[in-house]
């Protein structure tokens, strides 16, 4: 068993290996692009020097393919460095095999339960996941998430199904995911108020769940009512399709910042503010173009996290803005529009966001977000001048989890 075992990772290994040198090529290719793209520039700015073009319709068309140009590279540039993100993405595929299978291929089947094949896939930071080819007899059906808990009963480990398993396995055979319990939970809330006169809310919001961790989106559409709502809304949709593709928070703003600017459109440039919460490590990874303050709170403890960064598209040297902080037990971030701490005649509402958080106990991000929005409506005396969303995410620690 254990030669078979052997030769199952080495065919994976190679097979990887393969498929990793053709994503670099590629990345390879994309980053010669964007080379040949700056050489033309260089050479168009080299003749400008010169004074070999006066033509102002001619200089006019140059200026346009400079700018084309140098977002074509910025493109080529940005889609390098994810293939080469992915190529080093390191997956070990090793099949369990031994006692400890035979063991989970009876038990399973006292349960009228088939078990054809079980794989662990270790990945990248030690990411755990195995893997089972299963069926059921026939009139029998039994959920991923009762298969889970037999597991975690079997391999002493606390294991939880992926999203991308079915949600019920039957008589067909199917390939199941698995991966060890987070050693976090997260709760989510939003609230919402719409400006004065206006039917829709130009803010956008989601919370976009993975198996390992939680991401707030947010996005403030210029202006108010349907075309900012249309405007912000398209940005959260286009920032959970990149997120589903497993580009991550930084590529999602960097592709979004390039769309945007290449329309060149000024009334559309919409903020984007991103915080992705990884409940294995209990850490928060911010990214913002032109969002409002974050705060994280801490039992009476708040930090300001804020950044200069201008809306999507607007940024000339394509840099993000991004900051990253260790959570702990019982933290809750808050992520604010602009109309939530603009317009206050009490003074600043950064300032006065950051003390009304300090002060209070509740442990309720429901709770939470309703009462910031109250505070707010409540200090610009009822009258409100722009779109407000107040989105709050805390962590607990899951007490009850094993340790294998």
């Not at 991401?215 to 399709?241: H, K, N, Y």
């Amino acid at each position: 068993m254990k030669k078979y075992a052997d030769y199952d990772a080495r065919q994976s290994e190679y097979l990887l290996d393969y498929d990793r040198r053709r994503i670099l090529n590629c990345a390879d290719t994309f980053q010669s692009l964007a080379a040949v793209m700056g050489e033309m520039n260089w050479e168009l700015a080299q003749e400008e020097e010169e004074g070999q073009k006066t033509d102002r319709e001619q200089r006019l068309r140059q200026l346009q393919a400079f700018e084309s140009r140098r977002q074509y590279a910025a493109h080529m540039r940005q889609m390098a460095g994810f293939m080469q993100s992915v190529a080093g993405t390191s997956v070990q595929l090793i099949r369990l095999g031994g006692r400890q299978e035979r063991q989970i291929v009876r038990a399973l089947a006292g349960e009228d339960i088939w078990v054809q094949d079980i794989y662990l896939l270790r990945g990248q930071e030690d990411k755990l996941e195995i893997s089972v080819s299963l069926c059921t007899k026939e009139d029998t059906s039994v959920t991923a998430a009762e298969i889970a808990g037999y597991l975690s009963v079997l391999m002493d480990i606390r294991l939880v199904p992926e999203k991308r398993n079915p949600y019920f396995v039957g008589k067909e055979p199917v390939s199941l995911y698995f991966e060890e319990e987070p050693a976090f939970c997260c709760l989510t809330a939003a609230a919402t108020a719409v400006e004065e006169n206006e039917t829709v809310s130009g803010d956008s919001y989601s919370f976009w769940e993975e198996d390992d961790g939680v991401t707030m989106i947010l996005s403030d559409g210029v202006g108010s009512g349907e075309c900012a709502a249309r405007d912000s809304g398209r940005i959260v949709d286009l920032t959970e399709r990149i997120l589903d593709a497993g580009l991550g928070v930084r590529m999602a703003v960097q592709l979004l910042d390039g769309m945007v600017g290449a329309e060149g459109d000024e009334r559309r440039m919409s903020t984007l503010d991103l915080c992705r919460i990884d409940l294995k490590k209990a850490t928060c990874e911010m990214i913002k173009a032109g969002g409002a303050a974050t705060f994280i709170k801490r039992g009476s403890s708040v930090e300001k996290i804020s950044a200069q960064q201008l809306p999507l598209g607007m940024a000339d040297d394509g840099k993000l803005s991004g900051s990253s902080r260790q959570l702990a037990d019982g933290d809750m971030v808050v992520l604010l529009s602009d109309g939530v701490l603009q317009n206050w005649p009490a003074g600043d509402g950064e300032y006065l966001i950051a003390r009304k958080l300090e002060n209070t106990r509740t442990s309720s991000p429901v709770d939470l977000a309703n009462l910031l929005l109250r505070y707010a409506i409540g200090q610009c005396h009822g009258k409100i001048q722009d779109d407000m969303t107040v989105l709050v995410a805390g962590i607990w620690s899951n007490e009850e989890r094993t340790i294998p």
